[in-house]
């Protein structure tokens, strides 16, 4: 595996109650509808609570079922950006990876999730292999990791990202 999977435990391991981000950002819109797409697929249902977005033009809250794409209206400002969690996710080569937080704004798609002993090796493998089938092809993404107390400055998933993305 071309991924250092120490370094990644160390990164993911521990449960400190955060919610730390990883964000691709200078999305065009067909990326953002498409991120969103992929990461929904992969899953098998949304467990928010209250998965809704706030519709612009409509003036109401909208409830988002999983065969919704509502990044599709985020783009056009149709939406207010939005957040929910999806489970049951699946990687592309069937790789269990554990709940995730979706963000999507109009030219950004954050995840987040929380650390702890879920994030085994195929969890970790399965995030990649995600990563990797969603934005992989994208022209201009940026990554951004933030809010993890066990990488700081977010430079140790960067990389690993970049280098597995390169691979």
């Keep these: 595996m071309i991924i250092d999977l120490d370094l990644l435990h160390s990164i993911f391991g521990t449960d400190d109650g955060s919610l730390p981000e990883i964000e691709f950002y200078n999305l065009r819109e067909n990326e953002v509808v498409s991120a969103y797409r992929s990461i929904r697929d992969h899953s098998n249902a949304i467990s928010s609570r ?4 706030w519709h612009v033009t409509k003036d109401k809250e909208v409830v988002i079922s999983i ?3 509502p990044a599709e209206l985020v783009v056009t400002e ?3 950006p939005f957040h929910l969690c999806f489970s049951g996710l699946k ?5 269990n990876i554990p709940e995730l937080g979706v963000f ?3 030219e950004s798609i954050a995840l987040d999730y929380r650390m702890g002993p879920q994030w085994n090796n195929e969890a970790i493998e399965g995030l ?3 990563i990797k089938f969603v934005f992989n092809d994208f022209c201009d993404v940026q990554i951004l990791h933030k809010s993890n107390e066990n990488d700081v400055d977010g430079k140790l998933l960067e990389k690993q990202i970049a280098l ?3 691979y």
């Design 50 to 53: 209250k998965p809704n977005f």
């Design 67 to 69: 065969k919704d794409n």
């Design 164 to 166: 597995y993305l390169s």
């Design 78 to 80: 149709t939406a207010e």
């Design 104 to 106: 999507v704004f109009k």
């Design 91 to 95: 990687s592309p080569s069937g790789n």
């Design 128 to 130: 990649f292999e995600l």
